[in-house]
């Protein structure tokens, strides 16, 4: 039997921005978007390695932002909390283009290393860990060859990281509902066939 995976992580490029909260002020604040929604991803592989491409749907993470307390980690580090909603030092907020993020960052080594390095445009990337709810596939043809497509229609948000490696490269998902939705597709061979992904 698989590894049992809840959790899954993506890596985004969100060209995150430093500010102060007032002039004079001592508070570092960094923000940007956590994901944009129908943006489609880099293509993905699954622990089988079939290929599929996904996208985040209008208002996927409302219900997670409403009723859950996420935290803000350095690079998914327990050990690096920069923030939090219920303190309200981590806010989100969805809007037209997707989940944006402010953190009011501490006054740590490692909150103060973060916004310069911020500031620098080292670090120009934003990750997220989450646990899929909802979600949708389907099939469509990419670079001449078909493909799956996962929609995320509701998910429960952990976690947003900045991070310096903002591409999907290497990410390993767990998409066992992919198996379930080619198992839907049709019981022969043949017709499973028809939506492998290559």
Known sequence: MGKEVKR?????????E????EE?????TIEGYVAKYNAESQILRDWWGDEFV?????????????NNTIKALYNHNTDYVLGSTKSQTLRLESDNIGLRFEIDLPNTQVGNDLYESVKRGDIDGNSF???VLNDKWSEIEKYGKKI???????VELFEISP???PAYEDTEVDCR??????????????????????
């Open 8 to 16: 899954e992580v993506r890596n985004n490029y969100c060209h995150l």
């Open 18 to 21: 430093v500010r102060s909260k």
């Open 24 to 28: 004079n002020s001592e508070q570092k």
């Open 54 to 66: 996904e996208v985040i749907a209008d208002g996927a993470f409302d219900n997670a932002i409403r």
């Open 129 to 131: 860990g989450f646990r």
């Open 148 to 154: 799956m497509k996962r929609t995320l229609l509701e």
């Open 163 to 165: 991070t310096p490696f």
């Open 177 to 198: 509902s992919l198996e379930k939705f080619k198992m839907k597709t049709g019981s022969s061979e043949e017709e499973k066939k028809k939506i492998e992904v290559y």
